[in-house]
């Protein structure tokens, strides 16, 4: 089984009850979807570009900005939190149809 842990904060609860107002609101445990790529499911790593600083080359990250850490994918230069909502979106969809999660959102003390 999952670890369920929905915050269940103040605010989080006041944006539901209003967004129920409008729509359905479905619960998806958001465990590894932000360091999931969405598209081949290995890790990613945050995007880090050389860059000149004081003449000197030094690695910078970009704030947000992430790549696949596999060679083989294209991913690159992506959103953190677009990405993470990618992965949201097929947690529902594997959901909706009744299918398990992909076991890289697993706990894996299964
Ligand atoms: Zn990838």
Redesign the pocket.
Known sequence: MYKWNFPNTTPILKLKKELKRFCYVVDIDEWETSKT??????R?TLYRNKKLCKEKARMSQYHSVIR???N????CCMDRDINASKNILLLLQCEKQGKRRPKCFREQKE
């Not at 790529?37 to 290995?42: N, Q, R």
């Open positions: 790529c969405h598209k081949c499911f290995e990613i696949c850490s596999s083989e994918c294209k991913l």
